[in-house]
Every structure is written in C-alpha cells, then in structure tokens.
Nanobody, 120 residues
Framework: QVQLVESGGGLVQPGGSLRLSCAAS????????MAWYRQAPGKQRELVAA???????NYADSVKGRFTISRDNAKNTGYLQMNSLKPEDTAVYYC??????????????WGQGTQVTVSS
C-alpha cells in the first residue's frame, strides 16, 4: 500500500555532490520521521540523518557540516543533499519513513536502496 522510491545515487569524484530523493506514495495519512541510513560492504547499516515532521534534524558525526536532510511534506518527499563527498561515504543509501496509513496505523517503511560511490 505504501512505497518509497529513491533516486539520485551514482558515481561521483571525491569532493563532489549528490542529492538523493525519497518519494512516498500510497494511501498515506501522514509521515512522521524521515531518515536516511547507509550500509557499506561488510559493515552494519548506520543512521546518516533524520528529520521529524516538525523539521528537527540530527546527523551522524561523520556527515555533520557536509550533508543536509530536508523534506517537502506537500509532496511526501525527503531529500539528502550530500556535499564534499569522501570515499568513505561509499555505501548503499536507504530511505526510511514512519508513515501513518489510512486504516492501518503507523508503520515503518524502507526504500529499495540506492548506490552511492565516491571514487576518482
């Protein structure tokens, strides 16, 4: 009933920028927290950034000052602007949202993941 579709990943050189998008669709009543996680090969999935419905944000220490999370509530879409990218940012990035669905209540939803590769 609810789908999260990510876009914007790709290959970028160190120091470059990418913008990820996560569009939620379906029988949505409202969206609470939106977040981005990432998982590098051989590592656990980690929280990169999160934003509440009211706009409060928090970031992993490793991305503070370089990444910016935002959302457009009218479009049910979240974004992650990534600047000054480093090779260690290479990972599969996953969108996560807490979504209230008509008739189903609040649930946790994940996108399919998008690959971000930072390499020269």
């Amino acid at each position: 009933q609810v789908q999260l579709v990510e876009s914007g990943g790709g290959l970028v050189q160190p120091g470059g920028s990418l913008r990820l998008s996560c569009a939620a669709s379906g029988n949505i009543f409202g969206i609470s927290t939106m977040a981005w996680y990432r998982q590098a090969p051989g590592k656990q999935r980690e929280l990169v950034a999160a934003i509440t419905a009211g706009g409060t944000t928090n970031y992993a220490d490793s991305v503070k000052g370089r990444f910016t999370i935002s959302r457009d509530n009218a479009k049910n879409t979240g974004y992650l602007q990534m600047n000054s990218l480093k090779p260690e940012d290479t990972a599969v990035y996953y969108c996560y949202s807490q979504i209230a669905v008509y008739g189903m209540g609040l649930g946790d939803y994940w996108g399919q993941g998008t690959q971000v590769t930072v390499s020269s």
